[in-house]
């Protein structure tokens, strides 16, 4: 069977897909960026969260030198507006409706809270989910999570073999 994939990319792969000085190496840059560019060639669907946006605009805003964050923050907009306009590098998902929110911070309290996963991460496990359950519901469909963060990476909907956590 041929297996289809879909990678939903948590802000630590953003950051380093970006270099974001104190949040970046190169050995775990150059990594990332020959899986992505296979996920791409092969056809993979990449998703990127809106609040991981936010995680790694928030990052950005915080690098001491002014032209390199003027620099990362003129890159994620180019990437982030392509992205609206052309699907590509990455599909965004859009933030929650105010419906399916109730449900994310009900899941959030009685069950994220407690693993010590915050509210972004958890958007972006019920979105990894939700992806599975509905999109990508098929048996020759995977879907994961892209991560540097173990406990995160456990919490994906299939499991990745050969998983990059850095």
């Known amino acids: 069977m041929n297996l289809s994939r879909v990678y939903v990319i948590d802000t630590s792969y953003l950051l380093e897909l970006f ?13 990332i960026k020959i899986r992505i560019a296979a996920a791409a060639q092969s056809g993979a669907r990449l998703y990127v969260t809106v609040p991981s946006i936010y995680e790694l605009a928030n990052h ?11 620099s990362l923050a003129k890159k994620v907009k180019k990437d982030v507006l392509s992205s609206l306009d052309e699907g590509a590098p ?71 073999p050969r998983a990059y956590l850095g």
Do not use: M
């Open 19 to 31: 270099a974001v000085p104190g949040h970046s190496t190169k050995e775990a840059r150059d990594k």
């Open 60 to 70: 950005i805003s915080h690098v001491s030198d002014g032209k390199v964050r003027r």
């Open 90 to 160: 990455w599909t965004i998902i859009p933030a929650q409706q105010l419906d399916t929110f109730r449900n994310l911070i009900v899941s959030f309290v009685d069950n994220h809270v407690i693993q010590g996963i915050d509210l972004s991460d958890s958007t972006l496990i019920d979105e990894a989910r939700r992806l599975k359950d509905t999109t990508y519901r098929g048996p020759g469909w995977r879907v994961h999570i892209w991560t540097k963060d173990k406990n995160l990476k456990a919490l994906e909907p299939d499991n990745e």
